[in-house]
């Protein structure tokens, strides 16, 4: 019995996603990708040493590494000189591949033989648009599997010295895109996230901080609700600022340049907007 349990666990371990078909071997700490496969794979916030073990060697062991904008620099520097790099950036208006593109030149990849890591910024099963890539994978009959890669909201907790969570204050853990195009508004149920006893964490909102505001005091949130925005987690640019929920459409327009950022909502940040937590970089606080 034991030993059908650990040949289950090896199996599952080793299976890619939706697929019967092996993607990887791992021998030791090495890991090598078999060719005409694929991984997506998480670049974690930009500093290098978030990475896992698993997403370095698979960066390292690629032939092909197709990667978002917002991956780090230190991060690409870990790809194999003779690998290919292929930027399929996207950032808020200004896209350089559309999601149908760089499915067929992943895919393409595959077919070809490549060992193929598609390099996602943060985490890729987190608005990472993974599905899509999964699924242009399978409709290609080409074996595909995802490494985890730490995301946004923890990282920009971590800068900040607080936890997303708190026993009997903080007990759910919320996240939500507010990316909308220009001049659109968005699609959010408020009501539904206004809970005074969870955390949420905004991802792509600075542009809608205004509405992700307004829509959360309408629907019942306190206006002094602790908000927190961390622009660039993780890395040593990053810039940080510590407000209330009324505040937040002045704070995202006036204190942030150009580069991501994550808005985290919520009375578990209160204890860091009392004590002034200091980051290893920028830090503001507004609202006193």
Not at 116 to 126: F, Q, T
């Amino acid at each position: 019995m034991r030993s059908e349990i650990g040949n289950a666990i090896q199996e599952a371990q080793f299976s890619d996603v939706g697929n019967p078909r092996n993607g990887a071997g791992i021998v030791g700490t090495e890991i090598m990708i078999l060719p005409g496969t694929v991984w997506l794979v998480g670049a974690g916030p930009g500093d290098p040493d978030l990475l896992t073990r698993k997403a370095a060697g698979l960066i390292a062991a690629a032939d092909i590494v197709f990667h978002d904008a917002l991956v780090g620099r230190a991060v690409l520097e870990l790809i194999s000189a003779d690998a290919d790099r292929v930027s399929v950036g996207k950032r808020s208006g200004r896209h350089s591949q559309d999601q149908r593109t760089i499915g067929r030149l992943v895919t393409d990849a595959a077919r070809a033989g490549k060992r193929v890591v598609r390099l996602k910024g943060g985490d890729p099963s987190i608005f990472g648009r993974a599905s899509e890539e999964i699924d242009a994978c399978h409709s290609a009959g080409i074996p595909v599997r995802i490494c985890p890669g730490v995301t946004a909201a923890s990282a920009a907790a971590a800068d900040l010295g607080v936890s997303l969570t708190l026993r009997g204050l903080a007990r759910r853990l919320t996240f939500v895109t507010a990316h909308v195009k220009s001049g659109s508004v968005p699609e959010v149920d408020w009501a539904g996230l206004a809970d005074p006893q969870a955390t949420l964490a905004v991802y792509m909102g600075k542009a809608a901080a205004p509405h992700v505001s307004a829509g959360l005091i309408a629907a019942g949130l306190s206006p002094d609700t602790p908000v927190a925005l961390v622009e660039n987690a993780s890395l040593p640019g990053r810039l940080g600022l510590i407000t209330r929920l009324d505040l937040l459409p002045l704070a995202a327009k006036s204190a942030f340049r150009a580069g991501p950022a994550v808005i985290l909502i919520g009375e578990a940040l209160r204890k860091a907007a009392s004590t002034h937590a200091v980051m290893p970089c920028e830090m503001s606080y507004a609202g006193e």
